[in-house]
């Protein structure tokens, strides 16, 4: 039982490149969401996902998609990197929708954009 | 809107004292209530939550917070620090509502000195 999974664990791309960090559980979970973090800021939310083929924004969802074809998968696109989007990207996955459940981490992706 | 607030970024203590390390919420509602801790280039694992009944929880690696209805807080403490709880602790507070979602505080940085 691996958890959640994150690759790559760190990235560096020029502005204007494309990407996708690619985030996958194992545990059958419902409930998938991307964060980012920033010194100073804590972690933010940037998409989440309730089920497959169901996904919607948080508090940060510009400059970044998302799609939800599998329960296992939920991959961050970024279509356009730009120097903001500078930051450690997290990946988590709850059991079901509820906050009531804890939710779990993966190992982050460190991202730099030139 | 609900928020998070976590007054105290940095914080040095002295291995074998105690800790208190601060959380204030705004919700109009009692909130789900969280503490994850992040170790150096980890993701965030669950240290504590609070849900209902009664104030005071226990948590992993001998972690307590009491959460006061009153005063909107939920302040972790532990009796006696160790070197390896060197990290960043993050307050963060859920909806009793069907999203999952979270919002985190900005987090403290906990160091330990011998």
């Known amino acids: 039982n691996a958890g959640v999974t994150q690759t790559p664990k760190f990235q560096v791309l020029k502005t204007g490149q494309s990407m996708t960090l690619q985030c996958a559980q194992d545990m059958n979970h419902e409930y998938m969401s991307w964060y980012r973090q920033d010194p100073g800021m804590g972690l933010r939310l940037i998409h989440y996902?309730?089920?497959?083929?169901?996904?919607d924004q948080g508090e940060v969802p510009n400059g970044y998609n998302v799609s939800r074809s599998t329960t296992e998968d939920f991959p961050l696109r970024l279509l356009s990197a730009a120097p903001s989007q500078t930051s450690v990207y997290f990946c988590?996955?709850?059991?079901?929708?509820?906050?009531?459940?804890?939710?779990?981490f993966g190992p982050g992706t460190r991202l730099t954009v030139l | 809107a609900q928020s998070v607030t976590q007054p105290d970024i940095h914080i040095t203590v002295s291995e074998g004292a105690s800790l208190e390390l601060r959380c204030n919420y705004s919700?109009?509602?009692?909130?789900?209530l969280f503490w994850y801790v992040q170790s150096p280039g980890q993701g965030l694992q669950l240290l504590l939550k609070?849900?209902?009944?009664?104030?005071l929880v226990q948590g992993i690696k001998g972690f307590e917070a009491e959460f006061k209805r009153s005063q909107s807080s939920f302040n972790l403490r532990k009796p006696s620090v160790h070197w390896s709880d060197a990290a960043e602790y993050f307050c963060?507070?859920?909806?009793?509502?069907?999203?999952?979602?979270?919002?985190f505080g900005q987090g403290t940085t906990l160091q330990v000195k011998p």
């Open positions: 609070y849900f209902s009944g009664d104030t």
């Open positions: 963060a507070v859920g909806a009793r509502s069907n999203t999952g979602k979270l919002i």
């Open positions: 919700y109009g509602a009692t909130p789900y």
């Open positions: 996902s309730v089920g497959a083929g169901i996904t």
């Open positions: 988590a996955s709850n059991r079901e929708r509820s906050s009531y459940n804890e939710q779990f």
